[in-house]
């Protein structure tokens, strides 16, 4: 059964350090390690939990130089990249070319409700669009997942909604594209294998 928006409101209430500028993003096909590499990733030392992560975002590793920390696990076939107030994974001159190959499935939002979702495969954008306003999307299938996307909830009326749950709809439309499910326990448990990357820009 897909899950809906509702399905993901936890995040926003147990992790509201991270929830407000955010990149995930999902990759089939490439190990952490090799992610790395075709993002031209340095090693960091480990972190557990995502307060962690966070914290050590705001951390400047190379004064001399634009970059940012990114967190990393594996997720049952999937390795799941996570940018605190980063956007490299929905940066389409990045992500299609490290897409070859891959599947590709990242959603961000930044600090102030501005957000992407990109779907990609072997370098080739399926679609892409800004989960406030979904009935503006583009890419080779923009209306392929217009049915299940009513569905977890995003809102393509003219009224607004009582509740914006946008942004976790984009956590329910990548689980439904990967079958990779999100847990707060994932979040919070999870030891992260981290690197510094170059910095696509900060969000917000």
Same mark, same amino acid.
């Given at each position: 059964?897909?899950?809906?928006?509702?399905?993901?409101?936890?995040?926003?209430?147990?992790?509201?350090d991270?929830?407000?500028?955010?990149? =995930?993003?999902?990759?089939r096909?490439?190990?952490?390690?090799?992610?790395?590499?075709?993002?031209?990733?340095?090693?960091?030392?480990?972190?557990?939990?995502?307060?962690?992560?966070?914290?050590?975002?705001?951390? +400047?590793?190379? *004064?001399?130089?634009?970059? +940012?920390?990114?967190?990393?696990?594996?997720?049952?076939?999937?390795?799941?990249?996570?940018?605190?107030?980063?956007?490299?994974?929905?940066?389409?001159?990045?992500?299609?070319?490290?897409? /070859?190959? /891959?599947?590709?499935?990242?959603?961000?939002?930044?600090?102030?409700?501005?957000?992407? =979702?990109?779907?990609?495969?072997? +370098?080739?954008?399926?679609?892409? =669009?800004?989960?406030?306003?979904?009935?503006d999307?583009?890419?080779?299938?923009?209306?392929?997942?217009?049915?299940?996307?009513?569905?977890?909830?995003?809102?393509?009326?003219?009224?607004? *909604?009582?509740?914006?749950?946008?942004?976790?709809?984009?956590?329910?439309?990548?689980?439904?594209?990967?079958?990779? /499910?999100?847990?707060?326990?994932?979040?919070?448990?999870?030891?992260?294998?981290?690197?510094?990357?170059?910095?696509?820009?900060?969000?917000?």
């Amino acid at each position: 059964m897909t899950k809906t928006g509702a399905d993901y409101a936890w995040f926003e209430d147990d992790f509201p350090d991270i929830a407000e500028a955010y990149c =995930f993003t999902l990759v089939r096909g490439l190990s952490p390690a090799e992610l790395m590499s075709r993002l031209e990733g340095r090693p960091e030392a480990p972190l557990q939990g995502i307060a962690a992560v966070v914290d050590a975002a705001f951390v +400047q590793y190379d *004064p001399g130089e634009d970059r +940012q920390l990114v967190a990393m696990t594996t997720v049952d076939d999937w390795t799941l990249l996570i940018e605190p107030n980063g956007y490299l994974g929905v940066t389409e001159e990045q992500a299609l070319p490290a897409s /070859a190959g /891959a599947n590709w499935v990242s959603h961000f939002v930044n600090i102030n409700g501005v957000g992407t =979702f990109l779907w990609a495969e072997d +370098q080739v954008l399926r679609l892409c =669009f800004d989960p406030m306003f979904p009935e503006d999307r583009w890419g080779t299938e923009p209306d392929g997942l217009l049915d299940v996307m009513r569905r977890i909830g995003f809102h393509f009326d003219d009224d607004d *909604p009582e509740k914006d749950l946008s942004s976790p709809a984009a956590f329910a439309l990548a689980e439904h594209l990967t079958g990779a /499910a999100l847990t707060p326990a994932l979040l919070q448990d999870t030891t992260f294998t981290c690197a510094t990357v170059k910095a696509s820009g900060t969000c917000g």
